[in-house]
């Protein structure tokens, strides 16, 4: 029960790891963009999950259903994507540069341009 | 009337004047418009600074939402310090950038340079204003999205890794606060900073706090360069165009101390902070291993400009052992720095900025000679150094005095150890060059410059501003310290629960 | 004129004579007019201050407070009035010297030279009229950034080299040691003005006052208390005016100068022997002497030999301070003026035999006093006044060093001092006898030329001091016993 009503932090848990795993391991610079991306939705998931409160709504005045989830940590997130987006969005503009440059977006390739 | 809207005017006008700077397209009129608008923004932050000595803590609503639903901006007195800081040094540096930008950046992205400049400028401030806290994760953002356009916008190749470096670090540094934020409402239901730690002292002791404070530390140890997180500092600032590094420099990182110094006082709260969660010894340990790491290192480089970063992360450790002592006297010494190591930087960086204008070249090594040529400039150079070192009569020599003082007061020997010995370590950095420059014959670069070449006035001014503040606030420090002082009490009486 | 404005005036004139050697330096006669000149007007200042302070006064400045509660300020008391009285006098004499060697020698960056001197001499009478720790911190910085440039002023990679470690010694020392002792002074005491009767008070302990006595001890790196005293032989690189500078005028005397007026105004010799039990500054101080001496006694070159020396006899300063007797710290006091001129005649000795002949080494003066009378003659002279022979100043201060000890019955100094004056004897006398008596080694004849007359006039002058010193003591005299009064 426990395992299972904790069963979101657990996926953001994993999400995270695993987008951490991926800006570290990975050599190649888009797909550390795209680790990057996925450790943001970890947390993402995590502010929405906490909004939920069970049973809860959308919270729309009514007499019917008092109980709400909250809204606010999705207006919170709708900014956090926005920023999210804008950070890849510069990522990517820079690999793109640096694919100019050096001539590839691996890492390990680029070190050596550098070291030359 | 606009007197009571100051607040938001402040982070308002570079965020209107940016988009501004992109119609303009011509470099040296944008470049004229955004100085323009840095020294109004000055103008505006001495307004509140006085202000805020006159009245107390000014608490703005923005749109008219009153806290807790709106969000607020709140000014106290280390508030309008660090905006005085910031945008003095960003009006006075941004005055002498055009000579050297058009140097190191190429004629078509200038405007976009000053562009991101001026966004850069509304993240620093509105980081340092907001009173909420996820507010603050946007202006972060803002001011960490716009560095690393600055960073990478130069001709050198190598700023491009840089900056994606940088981005990399930046963004997870970022998105860990995001979650120490999600944390602390999940716990205290608000994200207004002063309800916050109003409602902590209700969860003390949880799991959740303790992980919300320890996800803030790290990311905000990425943010400012704490050691052992410092690694995307050194390429940020040695490969980005120098302007960049000089503006960097002397208010990024230091408005990330001044984050910490927020967060632990007035949203964590003492309390959770040092007594239960005994940050004070991570911190000061980190910090010490922070001044001995960044100044041995800093002795290994060649070049100025890495020197220089290198010199940031040791620095950085002095205000970071400053806050890590938990005491009044620690927290205005760590203060007191903030503004020292703001002028002492800017200085230096600005006299490297000239020499490389100059000779196009960066290494100690090619320099031999320089004083013969450019004796004045050395001279500036040679003042920022002492300051930096902490020879008396220095703005540095201060910092030093009351950090030795506030740790000796709290009978932390090896502290004292610590800083005299990064001292000394300081010096032969300097020294390094001092020597080159001075007592060697000079070097077929030296002897290559050009003469005839265009002084640059502006710079120039510049530059000087700082080295005679830097001689200033040595002989008369009683302005900045008296701030620090007071700001310390006042966290310290509001805060802290004796 | 008011005596803020006279001690304003002391520490200007130098810095005048900066600016005025920097606007004439095309035109060198002008320029070294100039700086002879300030010099007069400086010991002009300076007497007319002693005046006052032989009447018993102690005139006072305050400058800016640049930190809260810490302020620049000066006041003249007797021992700061002797340590300014040898400074300006001996800048004439140096001054007059140094022309004759610059140019003599053909040194390069001669303007440099003067005008780094006279920061140095700025920075010096800073140091002597200082009223608290942080005022003569400052200056203490000051004095060693301005002679850094002298020290390396070959440009050589020996002179960079020597600078490296002249620099390094010093600055480290005294960042790492004297600064945060001065620190924990403030916090101990509430202040770091020069107090009669000290500012530290008995309940700290022993531990707390030893250690603290030991890092300013240590902290003036200047004093050369061994083992901090490797700067001083390696600055032997630089031109004589400027060892003489170093080793006679400035630096080590603002040292030991520095570590006395520590020793009787902030902690007071009174205290320091009511809570010490073992002085272990009096044991560091006598090793040092003895020590140095025989480093002294086995070197062949000539500076060098005389480095070693300096070294001891700073030492003397120290241990004479370290005997805590009221009289011992006259001697000490006594002893930095008497070292003062006779070390300024020796190095004057060597530069001039360095100037007319090229030679270093001890070895290669045998016979060397009848080509140039005068020079071994002040040199003979000053000799003796190392080894405290009468008449000449150096028996005067020992006599008094020696009356301390056996107040205090302290019989490790007194055995000291007796050795250290046979070890003196031991180095000092083989060079006179053998410039004097020896036959030339064959190949290696002298012919009679003496150096340029300013170098004569100089070293003639401040040998004639030290014998007039013994014979006229009246005002060290009198400035040591307004010593005695403050101390007890």
């Known amino acids: 029960m426990d395992f299972l009503g904790l069963f979101n932090y657990w996926v953001v848990v994993i999400l995270m790891m695993v987008g951490l795993y991926i800006v570290i391991a990975h050599k190649n610079l888009v797909k550390k963009l ?40 999705h207006v919170l997130i709708l900014t956090a994507i926005v920023v999210g987006i804008s950070t890849t969005a510069l990522g990517l503009a820079i690999v793109i540069r640096i694919y100019h440059a050096y001539g590839t977006v691996e890492d390990d390739e680029i070190q050596r341009e550098l070291s030359d | 009337m606009i007197n009571s809207h100051l607040p938001v005017l402040q982070v308002l006008l570079p965020l209107i004047a940016a988009p501004l700077c992109v119609i303009l397209r011509q470099s040296v009129l944008s470049w004229l418009f955004a100085t323009l608008i840095c020294f109004l923004s000055f103008i505006i932050s001495c307004v509140l600074f006085n202000q805020v000595l006159e009245s107390g803590v000014i608490s703005y609503a923005l749109g008219g ?38 140097d190191e950046i190429s004629s078509d992205r200038l405007y976009l340079f000053y562009t991101a400049f001026l966004l850069n400028l509304t993240g620093v401030l509105g980081v340092i204003m907001t009173g909420d806290a996820f507010n603050l994760f946007v202006f972060i953002e803002i001011a960490s999205l716009s560095s690393y356009a ?135 340990i980190l910090a010490c291993a922070g001044i001995l790491y960044g100044s041995y290192l800093a002795i290994q480089q060649d070049s100025l400009k890495r020197l220089l970063a290198y010199s940031s992360v040791a620095q950085l450790g002095y205000m970071l052992l400053g806050i890590s002592l938990a005491t009044e006297a620690g927290l205005a010494a760590g203060l007191i720095h903030v503004f020292n190591h703001a002028i002492i930087k800017v200085a230096l960086f600005l006299s490297v900025i000239i020499i490389i ?5 960066d290494s100690i090594s090619k320099l031999a000679g320089l004083a013969k040529t450019m004796p004045l400039l050395m001279l500036s150079f040679l003042i920022g150094g002492l300051s930096l070192i902490g020879v008396p009569l220095t703005a540095g020599f201060v910092s030093k005095w009351f950090l030795i003082k506030a740790s000796f007061e709290n009978g932390y020997w090896g502290l004292v150890v610590v800083i005299v010995f990064s001292s000394v370590l300081a010096i032969i950095y300097i020294w390094k060059f001092i020597e080159v420059a001075y007592f060697k014959e000079p070097d077929k670069v030296v002897i290559a410059i050009d003469g005839n070449q265009k002084t640059p006035y502006l710079l120039l001014f510049s530059l000087f501003v700082f080295v005679i503040a830097n001689v200033y606030f040595g002989l008369d420090s009683s302005l900045n310290v008296d701030m620090a002082n007071a700001i310390a009490q006042d966290f310290y009486l509001d805060f802290v629960v004796q | 004129m008011s005596e803020q404005h006279l001690i304003l005036l002391a520490l200007c004139i130098p810095v005048i004579a900066t600016a005025l050697s920097a606007i004439f330096q095309k035109n060198i006669n002008l320029r070294e007019v100039c700086t002879l000149v300030s010099s007069v007007c400086l010991i002009f200042v300076v007497s007319t201050l002693l005046e006052k302070v032989l009447k018993g006064e102690q005139p006072q400045l305050q400058l800016m407070e640049f930190l809260p509660g810490l302020a620049i300020h000066f006041k003249i008391e007797p021992l700061g009035m002797l340590f300014a009285c040898i400074a300006s006098f001996l800048w004439l004499i140096n001054s007059i010297y140094s022309i004759g060697y610059m140019r003599g020698n053909k040194e390069k960056h001669q303007t440099r030279f003067y005008i780094y001197f006279a920061i140095a001499i700025a920075s010096t009478i800073g140091i002597a009229f200082s009223a608290n720790l942080i005022t003569l911190f400052i200056f203490y910085e000051a004095l060693t950034l301005s002679t850094y440039p002298l020290v390396t002023h070959k440009g050589s990679e020996d002179a960079m080299r020597a600078g490296r470690i002249y620099l390094g010694v010093l600055l480290s020392t005294s960042i790492c040691f004297f600064l945060p002792a001065i620190i924990w002074t403030n916090i101990l005491a509430g202040t770091t003005e020069f107090t009669n009767g000290g500012i530290l ?100 070159n000539l500076k060098r030999r005389l480095a070693y020396s300096t070294i001891s006899q700073l030492s003397y300063v120290i241990l004479a301070t370290a005997i805590l007797a009221p009289i011992s710290i006259m001697g000490a006091a006594l002893h930095i003026l008497a070292h003062a001129f006779g070390k300024i005649t020796l190095f004057f000795a060597a530069g001039s035999i360095y100037t007319v002949t090229k030679k270093t080494t001890v070895s290669e003066l045998d016979g060397i006093g009848k080509a140039m009378p005068w020079t071994m003659g002040a040199f003979a002279i000053a000799s003796l006044s190392m080894i405290g022979v009468p008449p000449t100043a150096g028996f005067l201060s020992k006599w008094y060093i020696l009356q301390g000890a056996f107040e205090v019955e302290s019989w490790f100094a007194i055995s000291v001092i007796v050795m250290s004056t046979l070890l003196n004897a031991g180095y000092f006398l083989p060079i006179i006898y053998a410039a004097f008596f020896k036959k030339p080694v064959s190949g290696n004849e002298f012919t009679y030329q003496e150096a340029p007359w300013p170098i004569v006039l100089a070293l003639t002058l401040t040998a004639l001091m030290t014998i007039l010193l013994f014979l006229l003591p009246d005002i060290p005299l009198q400035l040591v016993n307004l010593l005695a009064e403050n101390i007890s």
């Not at chain 3, 006052?209 to 630089?238: D, S």
């Open chain 1, 34 to 73: 795209i680790g990057i991306n996925i450790f943001q939705t970890s947390i993402f998931i995590l502010f929405i999950s906490m909004g939920k409160v069970t049973g809860g709504t959308a919270p729309i005045l009514s007499e019917a259903n008092p109980v709400y989830s909250s809204p606010l940590p």
């Open chain 2, 65 to 102: 939402w009153l806290s807790p639903w709106g969000i607020e901006y709140r000014l106290d007195k280390l508030t309008a310090f660090m905006l005085l800081i910031i945008n003095g040094v960003a009006a006075i540096v941004l005055l002498g950038a055009r000579e050297s930008i058009a």
């Open chain 3, 201 to 300: 008070n008995n309940d700290l302990g022993q531990g707390v006052i030893l250690v603290l006595l030991m890092l300013f001890v240590y902290g003036i790196g200047k004093a050369a208390l061994m083992p901090m005293h490797r700067w001083l032989p390696a600055a032997m690189v630089a031109p004589t005016p400027v060892s003489a500078l170093l080793h006679a005028v400035a630096v080590v005397k603002a040292g030991v100068f520095s570590i006395v007026k520590i020793v009787v105004y902030i902690f007071s010799p009174v205290l320091l022997s009511d809570v010490i039990e073992f002085n272990i500054l009096l044991y560091l101080a006598g090793i040092t002497i003895i020590v140095a001496s025989i480093v002294a006694l086995r070197s062949d």
């Open chain 2, 357 to 361: 204008f100059y000779t196009k070249t």
């Open chain 2, 150 to 284: 600055m960073i990478s916008i130069g001709n050198d190749r190598r700023c491009l890794y840089a900056a994606f470096k940088y981005l990399i670090f930046g963004t997870i540094g970022a998105s860990f606060i995001l979650i120490s934020v999600g944390l602390l409402y999940a716990v205290t239901g608000t994200l207004n900073m002063v309800d916050i730690f109003q409602r902590l002292p209700d969860v003390e002791n949880t799991k959740t706090l303790t992980t919300a404070l320890v996800f803030f530390v790290v990311g905000i140890g990425i943010k400012a360069a704490i050691f052992p997180l410092h690694l995307w500092l050194p390429d940020a600032y040695s490969y980005s165009p120098s302007i960049v590094s000089t503006f960097l420099a002397g208010t990024t990182t230091k408005v990330f101390v001044y984050v910490l110094i927020r967060f632990i006082y007035s949203v964590f709260g003492y309390e959770t902070v040092f007594v239960q969660e005994a940050m004070s010894h991570v911190l000061m």
